[in-house]
């Protein structure tokens, strides 16, 4: 009873597996911090240090007018000017964004007799960082694309200011000539570990050093303007600034060693290893049916044949066997299957041929025989209804068995690359470093493979009970 | 037929099983698509033509199919594998070096965890239906669904990496590759054959390594074990002279370990057997885990690299060691089974 229960409950995630997880573990990756803690570790005493992922900017593009309002601007000159005088505009432009509709326009349309040395135009955009912990990494975007320009060095450069007050510079360039498609700066990714912000810190982690404390962290783009004589006119199209921070923890089951979530990767695993489980299972079972079906019922020659062959597969070693041939054969999901079916019948078809044997000496199937009926249509119709208890007891017992052998074979190293297994996780476990430590990346998918099986198991038992009033025991 | 006959039943058996797996071995390497020396014959047509065949002949590549199954079957019997791909040393030397490794802990393991099932399993028996039963029986039937790799991973991360208790790799200190290994007790020869008595420094190193994977071996075989003798068991303790070495007064240790475990101890026996026979295919899986320098954890990197003349090698062994086993099972089935002996 218990078994059939979290067979259900197993079969259910399977098949509910891409409406619970948003992510498809085989093509995302880095969607968090690497090693990142399960996020429920955040509530456990001693760890409040732990972050979780941080969207600064909830609408990173200007689809409309009003996102505008959520950003502050400063604009500062050299001579200082006053406002009305000053050169600069900063408004909203429908038509020409990058991906979305809509993005932010600076314009620079120098005034008559003006002789400014440069000016300074900021884009602020303050968020609150609410944890007392670094984010494992962050990365910062901005794309802009210059329209026109004209006797002007512009500079646009991104920072970021903590709550003191500090600025940290993630990057900065200069440009003289417009850019005919939109330029999408990654301005720093700390995964590896490159970009001004390393420098600044004598290449290390900037994660750390940068945010330090809970509070309000300020994401800053920056255009300086330096016009030189003859400046004229000039536009910046500024869309989809963002700053995404990756904290370190995530997700139900914590992320593995390329940030892919630990939880995805169980549930697409389960639809694997069942299908594995079951459908090499159920090859066994049905290629030591027919031949226990023919040898019990045909008996002499063919009997005594098909005994020693399959008593000569028994003796090849299974895993050796299996590996080999999965090396060979190469190790698609389907040769897997196929081999483990292929190794497991022959316990099966002795069990089946017994029964047989016994059931052929009844006295029904003689009058079958004596009223004309085909040796086909005995075994199909009067000795495989018979048999069929046998049967599924002995398919609910063998997947285990199934599922071990993938698991194994997974484990070892010869799984199919596009699919995700529980096997596999254990593999990517045990082979990457640091791995043997990651507690939450090792526990689940065993731990999952045994409950599996250890379900199956009970259902097996449970329906040995049930169709072989034998041996019921008297409660 | 009487044992004489059984017997010779069984050798005649084993030879055609024997021949069985040279052939199924020659076919695979040989003939399959994609088998090894396919794809070095392919590889050959980017040489000139002399050296192909130059090299086709030297390698015997090039002569019919028949002649070279011939010369197969004469290696295969003769022990002669051939050189590894992977540093030209002969097969058989690199298995001489690992096989003392892989049976040290394979054999303990297996021996321990018959010890401890069969014990534990008359126990159980004993106290039918009680805490024991029932919890032992559910213990067993847990750790016989769990994967191996996955406990051993667990024990490793448990032992090694957190508490730091036990070392999690290799068979011996590392430190004796450099330092050399601590003075034996006695070293010498005898009838010109070296012989070298570990002294306690080196046993101490060695179990210390040992003790890890053994203990998580035994944990995961003493369960099939146990299973078994608890149901032969009860089997067997529903006989009357059961009743009989009760009602005389003997010790219940006695009663159960003398009468009833000799009786219902015959397929005990021939389970045990099979499973040496298995023992080597479950190396694998357990050696690798454990990083232990054994003939498991050689083969798997065979596969691997796939190193040809090693897995040849090695598949024949294991075939062989699996037929060897049932014969010595059936053997003993025989001698000990009076129903063979005389009837």
Known sequence: MIGLIILVLFVGISFAAPVVTPYDPTYQTYISGVYAYPSWFRYLPNNQHLSDNVLAIEKPGFDSPVALGDWDFNITTTPPTSEI??????????????????????????????????INATITRTFNYPYTGPPSRFRGYVTFQIKEIENVTLKISVFLEDPKGSKYVMCTDAYSQTTPKWVSVDSIDTIWQSGPLWRQFNNSDPAPRIFRSAGNYKYVVEAILLPKEDAGPTTVYFDDLNLRMFGTSFGILGTDYQGKDIFTDLVYGARIS???????????????????????????????????????????????????LVAVLGPSIWNIIFLIGVMGWMGFARVVRAQVLSLKERPFIEAATAVGAGKFHIILRHILPNVMSLVYVTLALTVPGAILSEAALSWLGLFDPTVMSWGRMLHDAQSQAGGIKVWWWVIPPGLCIAIVSLSFILLGYALDEVLNPKLRQRR | M??????????????????????????????????????????????????????????????????????????????????????????????????????????????????????????????????????????????????????GMIALMVFSTQLGWLPGS????????????????????????????????????????????????????????????????????????????????LKERTVLFKHALKNASLPLITSAAINFGFMLSGAIITETVFTWPGLGYWIWNSIIQLNYPAIQAVFYIIALCVIIANFIADLLYGVIDPRIKFG
């Open chain 2, 2 to 151: 009487g044992l004489r006959g059984y017997i010779m039943k069984r050798i005649l058996y084993m030879f055609v099983l024997l021949m069985f797996v040279i052939t199924l071995n020659f076919i695979i390497f040989a003939m399959m698509p994609g088998s090894p020396l396919e794809r070095f014959a392919s590889s050959m047509k980017l040489a000139s033509q002399e050296q192909a065949e130059e090299l086709l002949n030297r390698w015997g590549l090039n002569e019919s199919l028949g002649s070279r199954y011939l010369k197969y079957v004469q290696n295969m019997l003769t022990w002669n594998f051939g050189r590894s791909f992977l540093g030209n040393r002969p097969v058989v030397q690199e298995i001489s070096i690992r096989l003392s490794n892989t049976l040290l802990l394979m054999g303990s393991s297996t021996i321990l965890s018959l010890v401890l099932g069969v014990i534990l399993g008359v126990i159980a028996a004993h106290r039918r239906g009680g805490l024991f039963d029932s919890g032992s029986v559910l213990v067993s039937l847990t750790t016989y669904s769990l994967p191996t790799f996955w406990m």
């Open chain 1, 85 to 118: 005088e000053q050169p600069i505009e900063i408004t909203y432009e429908r038509e020409s964004g990058n991906l979305r509709k809509g993005a932010l326009a600076l314009t620079f349309l120098p005034k008559a007799g003006q002789m400014l040395e440069d």
């Open chain 1, 274 to 324: 069942l299908f594995v489980g079951l459908l090499s299972a159920v090859l066994s079972v049905v290629i030591g049916l027919v031949v226990g079906l023919v040898s019990g019922f045909l008996g002499s020659v063919i009997d005594e044949l098909l005994m020693r062959f399959s008593d000569m597969l028994l003796v090849l070693p299974t895993l050796p066997l299996l590996l080999v």
């Open chain 2, 170 to 249: 290799s068979a011996y200190p590392p430190v004796w590759d450099y330092g050399g290994w601590p003075a034996p007790l006695w070293e010498g020869s005898i009838l010109g054959a070296q012989i070298v008595i570990p002294g306690p420094a080196t046993i101490g190193g060695i179990a210390y390594h040992l003790f890890l994977p053994m203990m998580v071996l035994t944990l995961f075989q003493y369960g099939g074990y146990l299973l078994l003798t608890r149901a032969t068991m009860l089997e067997a303790l529903t006989e009357d002279y059961i009743l009989t070495a009760r009602a005389k007064g």
